[in-house]
C-alpha cells in the first residue's frame, strides 16, 4: 500500500470510514487476485474510493463547479452521488494519481455506468460486501462475487436499485444502464 497516500487519506477520513475503505482494500485486492486484474490498481482504487465520502453536499457540488464537472439533474438533486467523480479528481490532484483505469474505478464506484471495466466491477463489489455490509443477502452475494464477477455486479445493482426505490429516492440513470449493459451481455453469453 502506498505510505504517503495512507496518511494523508487517514487525515481526510472519520475513523469509521477509513476502517471501511481498508476493508474494501482487502476484498478489492481478493477478488483482483481472483480474477487476474493488477491487483496494485484495485489496491490503490480501494484506498481512494471513498476520499471525497467526507465532504458536505456543499463541498461537493461546489468543488464540482470549480472544476467545472457536469452535474446532472439526478446528481444536483442527490449531490452525495458526486463523491464518487470528485473523489476522482481529488484522488488525481491531491494525492498524485495519473491512471485512467483506477481514477475511473473510483469515479464510477457509486453509479456504474455502461461497459464497466473489470476493475470498476471488483471496486464496486468490494464496497458492496467488504465485512462490516449488514442487509438482506449479502452473505449470498458475497460468495457468488468470488464465483461469477458479472453475476454478482448484477446482483448488487439490482439491490441498490431496489433499496433506492425502496426508500423513495432517486435512481441514478448509470445504474440502471450499467445494469442492463450486464444482463444483455449474460443472455448474449447463453445463447
Ligand atoms: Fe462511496
Ligand atoms: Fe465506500
Redesign the pocket.
Known amino acids: 500500500m502506498n505510505k504517503t497516500i495512507d496518511v494523508k487519506l487517514k487525515k481526510a477520513l472519520t475513523k469509521n470510514r477509513y476502517e471501511h475503505t481498508m476493508n474494501v482494500v482487502k476484498i478489492a485486492e481478493s477478488l483482483a487476485l481472483r480474477y487476474h486484474a493488477d491487483v496494485d490498481k484495485a489496491s490503490l482504487a480501494a484506498l481512494l ?2 476520499c471525497a ?1 467526507n465532504f458536505s453536499c456543499e463541498e461537493l457540488l461546489a468543488y464540482a463547479k470549480a472544476n467545472d464537472m457536469k452535474i446532472d439533474p439526478v446528481t444536483r438533486l442527490e449531490p452525495q452521488l458526486l ?2 467523480p470528485v ?1 476522482a479528481v481529488v484522488a488525481e490532484k491531491t494525492y498524485g494519481v495519473t491512471d485512467k483505469k483506477v481514477l475511473n474505478a473510483i469515479h464510477y ?2 453509479t456504474g455506468r455502461e461497459h464497466m471495466s473489470k476493475l470498476e466491477k471488483i471496486i464496486y463489489l468490494a ?1 458492496f460486501i467488504e465485512p462490516s455490509r449488514t442487509y438482506p443477502g449479502v452473505d449470498k452475494l458475497r460468495s457468488i462475487a468470488f464465483e461469477d464477477l458479472d453475476k454478482a455486479t448484477i446482483m448488487a445493482l439490482t439491490n441498490t436499485i431496489r433499496y433506492v426505490s425502496s426508500i423513495n429516492s432517486l435512481i441514478h440513470k448509470q445504474t440502471v444502464t450499467a445494469r442492463n449493459d450486464l444482463i444483455i451481455k449474460e443472455l448474449k453469453k447463453n445463447k
Open positions: 474510493h471513498d465520502k463523491h464518487g473523489g464506484h457509486t464496497d
